[in-house]
C-alpha cells in the first residue's frame, strides 16, 4: 500500500499573530505522540487559534506542554488568585478579622469547679 504524497504542516501559511517556531514546536509535538496533522485538521486548528486573538501562542504553548491533540482558548491570567473576576482588594476572613488584632486571650473558662463535677453513674459528690 502507498502512502499518497505526504501533507508537511510546517510548510503551511501561518496567520501573522502565530510564532513559527511555536508552530512547528505543535507540529512536532503532535507527530511524536503519533497524531500526525492532516491538512483539513491544520486548517480547522488555524482558524481556532485566530479566534483567541492575543492568546492563540499561549494555546499552543500549553497544547505543547499537556501534549494536547488539540488547541483550547487559555483562560486569562488573573492577579488575584481567590477572587478572580473582582477588581476590590481581598478581606481577611471572619477569623481572622476576629483574632488579629487581639494580644489578650478571650477565652472564658466555662468548665465547673470541681466539686460539682457529676461522678460515674450521674450522682453528685457531697
Given at each position: 500500500?502507498?502512502?499518497?504524497?505526504?501533507?508537511?504542516?510546517?510548510?503551511?501559511?501561518?496567520?501573522?499573530?502565530?510564532?513559527?517556531?511555536?508552530?512547528?514546536?505543535?507540529?512536532?509535538?503532535?507527530?511524536?505522540?503519533?497524531?500526525?496533522?492532516?491538512?483539513?485538521?491544520?486548517?480547522?486548528?488555524?482558524?481556532?487559534?485566530?479566534?483567541?486573538?492575543?492568546?492563540?501562542n499561549q494555546s499552543l504553548e500549553n497544547s505543547i506542554?499537556?501534549?494536547?491533540?488539540?488547541?483550547?482558548?487559555?483562560?486569562?491570567?488573573?492577579?488575584?488568585?481567590?477572587?478572580?473576576?473582582?477588581?476590590?482588594?481581598?478581606?481577611?476572613?471572619?477569623?481572622?478579622?476576629?483574632?488579629?488584632?487581639?494580644?489578650?486571650?478571650?477565652?472564658?473558662?466555662?468548665?465547673?469547679?470541681?466539686?460539682?463535677?457529676?461522678?460515674?453513674?450521674?450522682?453528685?459528690?457531697?
Open positions: 500500500m502507498e502512502k499518497p504524497t505526504s501533507y508537511d504542516p510546517k510548510s503551511t501559511e501561518l496567520p501573522n499573530s502565530i510564532h513559527r517556531d511555536l508552530w512547528n514546536q505543535f507540529v512536532d509535538m503532535r507527530n511524536s505522540i503519533k497524531k500526525p496533522l492532516t491538512e483539513n485538521a491544520v486548517k480547522l486548528i488555524l482558524k481556532k487559534l485566530e479566534s483567541y486573538g492575543v492568546l492563540a506542554i499537556g501534549s494536547y491533540q488539540s488547541v483550547y482558548q487559555p483562560k486569562p491570567e488573573t492577579h488575584s488568585n481567590h477572587f478572580p473576576n473582582s477588581n476590590t482588594p481581598e478581606e481577611p476572613g471572619y477569623f481572622a478579622q476576629m483574632f488579629a488584632n487581639h494580644q489578650e486571650s478571650n477565652i472564658i473558662d466555662v468548665t465547673p469547679d470541681d466539686q460539682n463535677l457529676p461522678m460515674a453513674g450521674g450522682f453528685y459528690r457531697e
